[in-house]
C-alpha cells in the first residue's frame, strides 16, 4: 500500500553536476506528472506523461528530461543542474482524466545546487 | 491556455469567521477542478473535487467549493475556520482530453487570528 515513492527524499549538488529522481507507483496509474514548489509560485508542471513510454512539457521543461519506460515508474533527470533548480519536486499520478480520479502525490524530494 | 489564477496570496481570519479562497480558471473545454492543502512541511491532501453534476461539492473538513462555469471560478468555502486550517491552499485545473495535463494556482496561504 506504499503509493507514491520518491527517491531520494533530500540530496545536495554543486553547480553541472547530474541526477536523476525516481517516482514510483503502485496503483497502475496511466498519467504521472512531475511539479516543483517554490515560495510562492505554487507547483509548477515540469513533465507529464499520459502512459507508458510517452512524455510531454509542461510549464517549466528547460532544465529537465524524463523518461517512462515503466508505466510504474517516471524518472526526472537534471542534466547540469544550476541553482535555480534548488526547489522541492513532488511526483504525482492519477486514473487517466476521462475516468475521474484524483492526483495522488509523492512526499517530496527536497534538492539544494550549490 | 490553461492555467488558475489564485489572486489572494496572504489571507488572515479570525478562529470562528467565515472563509472564501478565490479561484479562477481558463480552460478551453469542460474542466475538471481541486482543491488541495498543504500543511507546513507536509505533502498535498485533496480536500475536493468536482467532475461533473451538481456544481456545489462537499469535501473534507468541512469545506465546499462551487463551481461557476459563467464566471470560470472555483471559490472554496467553509463556515466556520479552526486554527487546525492554517496552511496553505492550492487550486488547481484539468481536462477531458487523454492530452490534459493538471496545472495549479500559486495558492494562497491561511492564517488564523485567535
Known amino acids: 500500500n506504499a503509493g507514491v515513492t520518491q527517491t531520494p527524499k533530500f540530496r545536495v549538488l554543486k553547480t553541472g553536476q547530474s541526477m536523476t529522481l525516481l517516482c514510483a507507483q503502485d496503483?497502475?496509474?496511466?498519467?504521472m506528472y512531475w511539479y516543483r514548489q517554490d515560495p510562492g509560485m505554487g507547483l509548477r508542471l515540469i513533465h507529464y506523461?499520459?502512459?507508458?513510454?510517452?512524455?510531454a512539457k509542461g510549464e517549466v521543461p528547460d532544465g529537465y528530461n524524463v523518461s517512462r519506460l515503466k508505466k510504474q515508474n517516471f524518472l526526472l533527470g537534471l542534466e547540469s543542474a544550476a541553482p535555480s533548480q534548488t526547489s522541492v519536486y513532488f511526483c504525482?499520478?492519477?486514473?487517466?482524466?476521462?475516468?475521474?480520479?484524483?492526483?495522488?502525490f509523492g512526499e517530496g524530494s527536497r534538492l539544494t545546487v550549490l | 491556455a490553461q492555467s488558475v489564477t489564485q489572486p489572494d496570496i496572504h489571507i488572515t481570519v479570525s478562529e470562528g469567521a467565515s472563509l472564501e479562497l478565490r479561484c479562477n480558471y481558463s480552460?478551453?473545454?469542460?474542466?475538471?477542478l481541486f482543491w488541495y492543502v498543504q500543511s507546513p512541511g507536509q505533502g498535498l491532501q485533496l480536500l475536493l473535487k468536482?467532475?461533473?453534476?451538481?456544481?456545489l461539492v462537499q469535501g473534507i473538513k468541512g469545506f465546499e467549493a462551487e463551481f461557476k462555469r459563467s464566471q470560470s471560478s472555483f471559490n472554496l468555502r467553509k463556515p466556520s475556520v479552526h486554527w487546525s486550517d492554517a496552511a496553505e491552499y492550492f487550486c488547481?485545473?484539468?481536462?477531458?482530453?487523454?492530452?490534459?495535463?493538471?496545472?495549479f494556482g500559486s495558492g494562497t496561504r491561511l492564517s488564523i487570528r485567535p
Open positions: 506523461s499520459v502512459g507508458e513510454g510517452t512524455t
Open positions: 480552460y478551453g473545454a469542460t474542466p475538471y
Open positions: 468536482y467532475f461533473s453534476g451538481d456544481t
Open positions: 488547481a485545473v484539468g481536462g477531458y482530453s487523454s492530452a490534459s495535463k493538471i496545472i
Open positions: 496503483m497502475n496509474h496511466e498519467y
Open positions: 504525482a499520478s492519477v486514473v487517466a482524466p476521462p475516468k475521474g480520479g484524483e492526483l495522488f
